[in-house]
């Protein structure tokens, strides 16, 4: 019985701490503020689900805008080797630059300014090992982008496949935000 309370307490305290600690760098060498006081929304993808963003996600990004969330786009790169890791991060830089001018696009499309702060709440970060990835239960190679919804201090509220949980993170950052 004794064990069983302590693992219980051990799997509450595990659930208190941050769904990944920030320290975490972007391919500009920014440091990723996730729990730094602002929601966010994280994406974990690869090279073989970069279509399921394009699609979807410059839509859901500025439908959340009213949460100012930072939003974090993980990508797997446990698949290329060493010598194209270079190559890699560029091309993740040229993907955030052109994101970034979709983004403000769209915004002009429906009549408004594009946040001050766009840049400051958009990040890539190239992930060679898949630690993350491997943490969530994606495998190399998965074929469904997973979307995690994080509160102000880091702790994870939802997670599900992207876009299909776009509906249920919006409800939680936007209850969050109430």
């Known amino acids: 019985m004794r064990i069983l309370v302590v693992l219980a307490c051990l799997m509450g305290l595990f659930g208190a701490f941050p769904a990944h600690a920030s320290g975490l760098e972007d391919v500009f060498g920014r440091e990723v503020p996730l729990g730094q006081g602002r929601p966010a929304v994280v994406l974990y993808a690869n090279r073989d689900t970069r279509q399921v963003l394009r699609e979807h996600a ?9 949460e100012n969330p930072i939003v974090v786009v993980h990508v797997d790169l446990r698949g290329i ?10 091309e993740i830089r040229k993907i955030h630059r052109d994101s970034l001018d979709k983004v403000r696009q769209l915004f002009l499309e429906q009549g408004q300014q594009p946040p001050d702060d766009l840049e400051a709440s958009f990040y890539m970060v190239a992930d060679s090992s898949g630690e993350p990835h491997s943490a969530l239960g994606l495998v190399k190679g998965f074929q469904q982008v997973l979307i995690q919804a994080m509160s102000p201090s880091g702790l994870e509220l939802a997670r599900g496949p992207f876009p299909q949980a776009s509906e249920t993170i919006r409800q ?3 209850a969050r935000a109430r």
């Open 58 to 66: 410059m839509r859901f990004a500025y439908e959340l805008r009213h």
């Open 81 to 90: 080797p060493g010598f194209f890791m270079g190559a890699a991060s560029r």
């Open 172 to 174: 939680v950052l936007e």
